[in-house]
């Protein structure tokens, strides 16, 4: 049976990630269907989802308005393995402070149990690529680019640190989800997306 | 991945830092364009206060373009338009989560470094504010900060990447709200994309070295673009819009997302209205949404808008031939 894996199409950069997926796909020479999805309908159709970068204000406020935040929020519940890429990762949350403006009511779907700060390396001018290590999922060496990028302060005891990039968590694992502060999707390295297929995969054989 | 093309590895914007050893690229190519990858399907609003601002985020938009006056009411002053006051820009970067942006005349190197140096996410080099110098745009790769910059064809857009611009804009004809020209402008754009790209397939080299000559840029710049079939950065639609099907019309021909000008903070219904086109942006291909979107406004509401063949100052052509 072929698997599907979504990317959420409210806003952002979903045909990186579309792109980024299939690449994955070829590589690992599996049999995964990729599609962009918004309704509740094809949310609910999926085997696995990434939320995109985008604005975690604009995704979470839309993807509330049309439905898909209630069936999403079931799904990855229920175990559907999820990528939450920088505001992704936000969206996964249960709190979001950003680092100017403090505490922030956008709708969040509150499945990880970290305390994340947005816009925490500063403004677009502090934006990097830098490399980090995922070393507890078998990627030594990843190529980090961070636009104006978030970190995690602390995480629940439930939830794993996959990559610290000084002294700040920007990757962390809880099961079948992940969240990243960086974009693999605008790099040429699909090490990410890969591992994030494979769990797809063995989710469901 | 991003596509690249006319990337320089040497521009001054390009900062190495090292962080508590660790090594970091500032200003990258990847980074800069980047940015405008995450504004992909949304809408970024043009204001003038905190108020608007924060009306602007509520409904949705996904960047704020500050701005002395709208241009709409640029248009009636006459003058010269400069940059905003930075003050308000930097009360807007306090009371807002997502980016801020601004803007700076044409070819006005410090009014742009003045941006850079107030932290705005990224800095408009625009059409709107009277421009500094007819015949030069700034040399965009020396800034770390992105500058987005107006096309009204494949040439246009291709000269200004060429000067280092990591996103690009329809010009359409600002402060009108008349659409026609940013739809003129898009639907030109694509067809000199889909021409270059079949002389590409083609093989034709010898017209695709025309084509650059013609269009004043590198034979390099023109090559990788016919090899893509679509820009090497972000393409946005600005100038004229004004209602919900405007936007939705405009992410049916391939934009990536909507720049509002004055016809949000123009009207009569400014709330509702960004709303509503921040909705016709996202759900654009569910005509029922749309539908829905254009039924929150009230067109006795809307901007009156101009024609613009009687228009006294027609702001696309400024920097247009350069």
Known sequence: MSLTVGVLSIQGDVQENMLSSKSAIDELGLDVDVVDVRTPEDISQLDGLIIPGGESTTIGQLSLVNGSLKILKEKIQSGMPVLGICAGMIMLSNTANDKIIGKTDQPLLDILDIKLERNSFGRQKESFESDISMDSINIPKFHGVFIRAPSVSDVGSDVEVLSKFNERIVAVKKGNVIGTAFHPELTEDTALHKYFINLVNKSKN | ????????????????????????????????????????????????????????????????????????????????????????????????????????????????????????????????????????????????????????????????????????????????????????????????????????????????????????????????????????????????????????????????????GSGIFNSDDAKERARAIVLATTFWNESDKVKEAQKMIDERQSMIGLDVNTLELRMQDRGGSA
């Open chain 2, 1 to 260: 991945m991003l596509p690249l093309s006319g990337e320089r590895l040497d521009a001054k914007g390009i900062v190495s830092d090292k962080l508590n050893s660790i090594d970091t690229l500032r200003g990258s190519s990847t980074v800069k364009r980047g940015f405008a990858h995450m504004l992909k399907n949304g809408v970024v609003m043009d204001v003038t206060t905190v108020e608007q601002a924060q009306i602007a985020e509520e409904a949705g938009a996904v960047s704020v373009m500050v701005l002395d006056k709208l241009p709409s009411e640029v248009r009636k002053a006459g003058g010269v338009a400069r940059t905003a006051s930075i003050r308000i820009i930097e009360d807007i970067m306090d009371s807002v989560t997502i980016p801020v942006m601004a803007k700076c005349r044409i070819g006005h190197v410090n009014e742009a470094l003045v941006l850079q140096e107030t932290d705005v996410d990224m800095i408009d080099e625009s059409e709107v504010l009277t421009p500094a110098d007819e015949l030069r745009h700034i040399w965009k790769w020396d800034f770390t900060t992105p500058v987005v910059n107006g096309a009204r064809s494949l040439a246009e857009a291709l000269r200004r990447i060429e000067e280092g611009a990591s996103m690009i804009r329809t010009k359409g004809e600002p402060g009108t709200g008349n659409v026609a020209e940013a739809i003129k402008h898009i639907k030109k754009v694509n067809d000199e994309l889909r021409t270059i790209k079949s002389i590409y397939d083609s093989g034709d080299n010898q017209e695709l070295v025309r084509m650059s000559r013609e269009f004043k840029v590198s034979y390099d710049i023109v090559e990788q673009t016919a090899k893509l079939g679509r820009l090497p950065v972000v393409n946005f639609a600005a100038g004229g819009i004004a209602t919900p099907a405007d936007a939705a019309y405009l992410m049916s021909l391939g934009c990536d997302g909507i720049f509002v």
